[in-house]
């Protein structure tokens, strides 16, 4: 299947998902080529006819914009440019999102906005299709003029032909790829470099990622939070929808709705509670998931609009006879609702931890730890530690990095957003959670097999879900190794069929 580029088509984050997940090929679509080459040949007969100076096409960068380059010397301009600003350390972007970098930024060149040529956005989407993957690194950028040092990083061999890439699952010099594929470096031409490494694609690759993440891990953790409720012989009241539509937040109905939904026909649910209340949670659950819910499609509303925006600098308006220096590279929109979503992620893993120690902590009926013969069998005791560091770790992570900045570029970039340090940890914040969630349904299937010796029974939604999950991870009778079945486990919830 291939996909095609489309300026006049709206790439949304279910259509990157769909070409994600089936491995689908993409293309550039006729309009976008029309008018990547529009652009480009404005751009070629304005530096014909403007004398004064257009920044980044005829100038220097940055602090240097007063700095005029003679004709000679703009192409070696542009590729100084993405050599001196291939600056990235730290740990290697994962391949997942290095892909939708690319992908990301040939979606950005379709506007026909940027000035670049064909056969520059035309590469980009050859490494995509070929799986040429350029070794990124997570640390270096600011989130403002662009994400200057990993574009860099991106375009150094996927553009110039330098530099190392993972291609067919091994690391290589990117000239051994160049020369097994046949394909030659791309001279750059004015403005072409800037293009390249202006703009958002770092940020809106990993938000694109970990949007998608976010989304999958909260129909996750309701499908937990019910499994769990019923373990725990948790009361359904708390999720009765008259309840909920006096205070009908749209995330919060949902939330009841769905545990209802995976409940019905519970033995467990329907029998006679003696206690009157569940603990927060269980019984605020619906709040809690609704309040992430909400979060996580306020911002995937963001990231869309983001990803069909053209954000590099200068932006090139053919019809108006402009070229215009402004700052839609910068990374606040993107960096402010990273942070948010870090947040409300996390509290999906603060709630799932809590309920995970609710149901070892030796309560109605269960015994503690969730093992038999607790004192020689330390049992469930030690995940819920895990669980809690990895919590706890989430949330230092959640300190805002959008409130930052650190000047740069000799005062000329002033403020900036620190959207790539908001992007690298929600990231990491997303695999946390995953991590967490993955305990919960050990201990939740654990708790559940006890009331299955009591001669009771959930709902045959939550019994085919322990059904299936049992097929890689056994019941556990006396003390085991427990960090295969949590690894197993978060593999679960990775392979899960939604």
């Known amino acids: 299947m291939i996909y095609y580029i489309n300026p006049e088509e709206r790439l949304t984050i279910a259509k990157v998902k769909e070409i994600v997940d089936n491995k689908m090929t993409i293309a550039l679509s006729d309009e976008a080529k029309r008018r990547i080459q529009k652009c480009r040949d404005y751009l070629n007969k304005k530096m014909e006819t403007q004398k004064e100076p257009i920044y980044g096409v005829t100038t220097g960068f940055g602090s240097l914009c007063n700095i005029s380059i003679s004709k000679e010397q703009l192409s070696q301009l542009q590729k100084n440019l993405v050599m001196s600003h291939a600056c990235g350390v730290g740990d290697e972007v994962p391949q997942d999102v290095v892909r939708l970098m690319l992908l990301l930024k040939a979606q950005n060149f379709c506007f026909g906005y940027s000035g670049a040529q064909l056969q520059t956005v035309q590469r980009l989407i050859d490494c995509y299709n070929n799986n040429v993957l350029p070794i990124v690194y997570q640390q270096g950028s600011l989130g403002a003029s662009g994400d200057l040092c990993p574009l860099a990083n991106l375009m150094l061999p996927a553009i110039l032909g330098m530099g190392e890439v993972y291609y067919k699952g091994r690391r290589c010099d990117v000239k051994d790829v160049y020369a097994e594929l046949g394909w030659q470096p791309i001279e750059l031409q004015s403005k072409e470099g800037l293009a390249l490494l202006n703009g958002t694609q770092f940020m809106s690759s990993y938000a694109t990622w970990c949007i998608m993440k976010a989304q999958r891990l909260s129909q996750q953790a309701d499908m937990l939070l019910a499994l769990s409720l019923d373990a725990f012989d948790g009361r359904i009241e708390p999720f009765y929808e008259s309840l909920h539509m006096v205070r009908p937040h749209k995330g919060q109905l949902e939330t009841a709705a769905a545990v ?55 932006i090139v308006l053919p019809d108006e006879d402009m070229v215009i220096s402004g700052g839609h590279f910068h990374g606040e929109p993107l960096a402010m609702v990273l942070d948010f979503l870090a947040i409300a992620v996390a509290e999906l893993g603060s709630i799932s931890e ?29 995940p819920q530690y895990a669980a809690a560091a990895i919590v706890s770790q989430s949330k230092q992570l959640c300190t805002p990095c959008s409130v930052d900045s650190i000047p740069s570029s000799q005062n000329q970039e002033d403020l900036v957003s620190m959207g790539g340090n908001a992007a690298t940890k929600c990231y990491k914040v997303m695999e946390n959670t995953e991590r967490v969630m993955a305990i919960e349904l050990f201990d939740a299937a654990q708790a559940l097999d006890f009331r299955h010796q009591q001669g009771l029974k959930s709902s045959p939604f939550i019994e085919n879900l322990v059904a299936e999950y049992r097929k890689v991870v056994n019941f556990v009778d006396i003390d085991q190794i427990m960090y295969k079945h949590i690894h197993a486990s978060v593999k679960f919830l990775q392979d899960m069929a939604l």
Do not use: W
Request: glycine content about 6%.
């Open 260 to 314: 209802r939904k995976y409940t019905e026909g519970s033995q467990i649910i329907k029998q006679h509670k003696e206690h009157v209340q569940d603990p927060y949670s269980f019984r605020c659950a619906p709040q809690v998931h609704g309040a992430a819910k909400d979060t996580i499609a306020y911002v995937a509303s963001v990231i869309e609009t983001e990803i069909n925006s053209t954000t590099d600098n200068p």
């Open 354 to 382: 809590r309920r995970t120690y609710q149901l070892i902590d030796a309560k109605r009926g269960l015994p503690s730890f969730l093992v038999a013969k607790p004192g020689l069998n330390s049992g469930f005791m030690i």
